[in-house]
């Protein structure tokens, strides 16, 4: 497949070198061209704008840092929107919010182009080995297109529904219940450490017996050595995702009083100077709070 | 081992019943006569009291709904504990509270007896299947002493420490990351829900990707359908079992914002009349909350 | 003073008529022109569009909906700002966002006009009164010109600061502070209630000895009588002056648990179709959480 | 009237001071005697033994720290409880649990004495003034019984009903509702501090407009300043009205999340060493969330 991939950051790099890798013809565009050029050697196309690099493309795989990156690239005069043919598909691979989801659907459409939504979960070194979880939604000709695509980048592809945001609010959904996962561990290791039980031992416990998802065992190795660098997705990251979770419930209408404490725990992490390190870093107020560790 | 089992309830009857099949040598104690009777035909003797019950025993194992019934079994005058040997272990293995559990530590001690808190996780038919999950902590020698019977009743033993309250703590904080596994499904699916997406798809990629530990599972299907009947671990002793927890993290100076909202979903679905449900049905307050159920 | 006075509604129509009361000079703009009309009899010039109405005035006063009718009727191209002269003061007095209001402080300053934010705490009966309570936030200079204008509409004037944007933050901050005597009523209320105590006799004791603030009184009542119509201050209004705070929490980074609480609250009443009450409606949540009045 | 005065602490001096002035004939008892003695100028007696102060009087007052010690003093076998004669009325005080206040009710019944419950609002300076708020609950007959003793040491008694315990209830939620007022105003400075507006000119707004209760007053000023010493009433004390208010609201069925809030933030507050201070210094954690002040 032609696939014109836009945003070459930590997550879409890798990405798009397992596209190259199964025999896909890329074209590249990223807003720092260096980090394009870097793909050069393997034989992919580097564009100097997005509307270049989607001329002749069958899709369009953005990946990008969030909504604002979308629109500009996309969306904005004179963009891959615009430059894209009829009959071209855009698969949105970032995590954007249900709102911009549903404009780019209908957006699309109008130019008689397609849109599919199709966020992942999966940190880099998942999306290096091709292993990401694609969680896909939209018309379901085109996501059958895709699937040569998302075969190449991840290990196995969920169809949530044929309206593209259901795929984007599954993927928030699923970042939120990450989060519960960091808070339980957070107040529990709060609790056993100050109780003078051994945090290692306890995540042991836990992790050998019903918490045996691997975000157990790393978001738990995290918390129980309160170290949160080197960032595997950083703390802002997450307080967006957050804050896009919230417009989405409150869009719907739907309370969600445990997303409301982890924005307080995330805006608190970032007023107490954790923005550099991992999201998980929000767990260190829970020691805090209780006194097990010092303030800075 | 010579054991005395006390407490012969949904998960005590499966456990004693494999120590039986294990080749050890049971006397049975339970309020209600009539549920030890019904071991007589597999060979184990049926004790009118705790006291007798203990007489000649070499390992206690108490099985019972809280700390008043341990109390009145094993501390209260005449009960087991006066009645055992120097010597004797009492191994706890129901869901008690630290400080009951410390107490208790410290009357054996004085009667020149031992004790090893073991609480498990596992509902009755892991218990069937002696697949149990053993939290174990107390002094080294007697967990040791003690591994022969947890072998029989579960499939993997963690020591928690030398204290026999870590292994009660592990227990109540395990219990607690439970609860916050239910209140993340079920602010998840309220918002899927009314935004139009397919409960179960959702929960399926889910799983399927990144919450893979069963419990997602048991309790997503449960949110999923809406349905909280029949009760595998009721309402009430979800309830008990958080304030046990918040009891312990008051103790202990430990503020668990998370767990202050799990207790008042809990108090909330009581006072709705959820209370002959599973305790999971506190996720139904997710669904009123947004309006996607209707309110009985 | 010359006035040019946009917007008529509940509150604006009063405020309006005091300052012609006072004996200033005033020019109207309405969206919908029969309600400007209306004072017409009282010697008031109607204008057709917010330029025209601003054109020779020396006081622009803003009197909005919110955010968006202000960008309408003031920023757009063509509208009151670009309208109006060098020189002259726009004052805004309905609740806006914090951002917006900054936004207006550079605009205003770019045009070599001035700007003053001034929002009011008071419900149409404190308007009708002249006895506002006026949180004033601008160039010193600005705000003593417009102290005959405060004068005519309020019973006291505070001056925040010279920064506009912290009498936005004070107004909305004071809003904040009311839904927490909501919540608190209603929590206490729901107790009492469910406890066999009677909710008017509880409120007397209260409102009688430390809550001694009218607020406790008015809120109290509906509370106790479980009754939020006709409407002082609708629902969503409540929930958008919540939205605002928490923008401005976040964007000055400071984490407000009990603000998140109470969104979750409006944002639960208006799922379960409180959306025409009194915002004080969301105390229904606790009767009902409570299991004291039915669901409806 | 013949009174027995038990517990002369900071509250329970005044009180008693303020009945001898007003013409009461009072024997004093006090865990520590030279407290009481130094009435003795004051023409009282005083007295060695609970059950010795009680022995001739009409009423016995009890202002004491907490549920033990009412328990230790008028319960247990051989105290005031014993001692009083038939007829003679206990009046309690002091802040005590709400399942206390119903068993007072049903032993003293049983002794054929009559039980009120009369807690109180205000601080020692109103104590001391003869100023404080009493409500009561109890036996219509025994209240009006009281009210000359209730006239000497409060300006106002509210009557909340024929069944003691609604006293208690009415009293912790007060309490309550006072931390809410504490909890509001922290959020609001932890933002108007951060925003760069002046916390003291912020409350003068408030306390000016709407907020005209002294709470917000003498609460305010503290969290203006952020300092909470010397304290009125500590932090441990709060902590255990707030622990007796939710034990109220569980036996109820009520949640009561904003109480839940309050109650991990006192823990917290205690956590990080504030436990010396007045029970407001929980709002000091609200600006340390926010970065507003250092952690110490």
Redesign the interface.
């Known amino acids: 497949v032609k696939v014109a991939f836009i945003g070459l950051g930590k997550m879409g790099a890798p990405m798009a070198r397992n596209l190259i890798e199964a025999g896909h013809t890329l074209t590249l565009y990223n807003r720092t061209r260096a980090r394009a050029e870097s793909f050069a050697a393997q034989d992919a196309k580097v564009a100097d704008t997005p509307a270049t690099a989607v001329a002749d493309a069958e899709a369009i795989i953005t990946m990008l840092s969030g909504d604002r990156a979308v629109e500009e690239t996309v969306i904005a005069p004179g963009q891959a929107l615009e430059a894209a043919a009829p009959g071209t598909v855009h698969v949105s691979m970032s995590t954007i919010s249900?709102a911009l989801s549903r404009r780019l659907g209908t957006a699309h459409g109008q130019a008689r182009q397609h849109f599919v939504a199709a966020p992942v979960?999966g940190r880099p070194d998942l999306a290096e080995a091709g292993k990401l979880?694609v969680?896909a939604a939209g018309p379901h000709a085109q996501i059958d297109r895709c699937r040569p695509l998302f075969a190449a980048m991840g290990q196995?592809t969920?169809?949530?529904?044929a309206?593209p945001?259901?795929a984007n609010?599954?993927k928030l959904?699923?970042n939120?219940?990450?989060s519960?996962?960091i808070?339980?561990?957070a107040?529990?290791m709060?609790?056993?450490r100050?109780?003078?039980?051994?945090a290692s031992?306890?995540l042991?416990?836990?992790t050998?017996?019903?918490?045996?998802?691997?975000?157990?065992q790393g978001y738990g190795r995290m918390i129980a050595a309160d170290t949160y660098e080197p960032a595997g997705f950083g703390l802002p990251l997450g307080f967006k995702d957050n804050?896009l979770?919230l417009a989405?419930?409150?869009e719907?209408?739907?309370?969600?009083?445990?997303?409301?404490?982890v924005?307080?725990?995330l805006?608190?992490a970032?007023?107490?100077?954790l923005g550099e390190a991992d999201w998980a870093a929000f767990a260190r107020?829970?020691l805090?709070?209780?006194?097990?560790v010092?303030?800075?």
Chains 1, 2, 3, 4 share one sequence.
Do not use: H, N, W
Not at 288 to 292: P, Q
């Open positions: 249900v979960f979880f969680m196995k969920f169809v949530l529904g309206e945001p259901a609010l599954a959904a699923g939120f219940m990450i519960a996962v808070e339980s561990l107040e529990s709060a609790l056993v100050k109780s003078g039980v051994d031992t306890f042991e416990a836990l050998g017996s019903l918490f045996t998802a691997p975000i157990y804050r979770l989405a419930a409150e719907a209408g739907v309370p969600m009083p445990l997303a409301s404490l924005r307080d725990r805006l608190g970032l007023a107490q100077g107020l829970s805090r709070d209780a006194g097990v010092p303030s800075d």
